[in-house]
Nanobody, 121 residues
Framework: VQLQACGGGLVEAGGALRLSCAAS????????MAWFRQAPGKEREFVVS????????YYADSVKGRFTISRDNGKNTGYLQMNSLKPEDTAVYYC???????????????WGQGTQVTVSS
């Protein structure tokens, strides 16, 4: 599976962005998909994950109620809708795919290249 993330940009606090993660390969629909983010000088952190059937979703406490993950297996694409953005959400966002639910980046076998999200105060 190859992943390509896009949709990042510069937005004011309180604004919204939608990230997309386009996948190639026939196994995307059977993989858990996740989003991670990495701010300058910090470790990569888990944001949210979604199961293959779009039913099970797990969110980091820091984004609950503001971010929504979804996927369209017919289009081999995952999405991250980010609302009520805060300056502390500023980071490079990465999509990832792997066989099981996990908050550990090491569990995910496939990674997109990352897209920058910058939230100004």
């Amino acid at each position: 599976v190859q992943l390509q993330a896009c949709g990042g940009g510069l937005v004011e606090a309180g604004g919204a962005l939608r990230l997309s993660c386009a996948a190639s390969g026939r196994t995307f629909s059977t993989n858990v998909m996740a989003w991670f983010r990495q701010a300058p000088g910090k470790e990569r952190e888990f944001v949210v994950s979604i199961g293959p059937t779009d039913i099970n979703k797990y969110y980091a406490d820091s984004v609950k109620g503001r971010f929504t993950i979804s996927r369209d297996n017919g289009k081999n694409t995952g999405y991250l809708q980010m609302n009520s953005l805060k300056p502390e959400d500023t980071a490079v966002y990465y999509c990832a795919a792997g066989p099981i639910f996990s908050v550990s980046a090491a569990t995910y076998s496939y990674w997109g290249q990352g897209t920058q999200v910058t939230v100004s105060s």
